[in-house]
């Protein structure tokens, strides 16, 4: 076989590399707002919380949350090979109301259909001041980036595991991270 023939051969999965990147990569609106990732459901699952907080104050909620994590997957190829996030990865929690009654459930809890809301963490150090962007979609309406003096920034920097990312909770980045050399272990 020729290099030109393999080059031919291999060419549509360079495409659909390229889509698929392509796809995955963070999309704004003219005015800079973050457009809702809409098929954030069938990217990477890093994990699930239930009541998480990081707070001291209690949450006051009269229902259970259970939190979902994914990342796109492109930049999830990329951390498995390099235990870091590359430029363009993009996070997404969506917090779902959880519930003990429903079906024939007699304990523990689930997660209902009802989406609280939508919480985006984007990396792109040309765009943000810190590396990282944090977004929060009310149902999928674009979102305006959180000002950099928001909770959310110096509560990753000071504890993130990875790049000011929670990996410390992603149970299957976390010993890739470790083998990298990448994890943070005081966080």
């Given at each position: ?172 980045a976390r010993p890739i991270a470790i083998k990298a050399g990448t994890f943070d272990?005081?966080?």
């Amino acid at each position: 076989m020729t290099i030109s023939t393999a080059a031919m051969l291999l060419s549509p999965l360079f495409l659909l590399l390229d889509a698929t990147n392509a796809l995955a990569a963070p999309k704004y609106n003219a005015a800079g707002e973050l457009i809702a990732p809409k098929d954030y459901r069938e990217w990477v699952f890093l994990s699930s919380g239930v009541n998480m907080n990081y707070s001291e104050t209690p949450i006051g909620m009269d229902h259970a949350m259970v939190d979902n994590v994914f990342v796109d997957p492109v930049s999830w190829q990329a951390f498995k090979k390099t235990g870091r996030w590359p430029e363009g990865t993009t996070f997404v929690k969506e917090s779902r109301v959880g519930s003990s009654k429903g079906s024939i459930n007699k304990s523990g809890i689930f997660q209902t259909e009802e989406r609280f809301d939508l919480e985006v963490h984007v990396r792109d150090s040309k765009r943000f001041k810190t590396g990282w962007g944090f977004f929060i979609h009310e149902a999928d309406k674009p979102a305006k980036v959180l000002p950099a003096n928001t909770s959310c920034y110096s509560c990753h920097i000071t504890h993130g595991a990875v790049q000011t990312t929670f990996v410390q909770f992603y149970p299957t980045a976390r010993p890739i991270a470790i083998k990298a050399g990448t994890f943070d272990r005081r966080k």
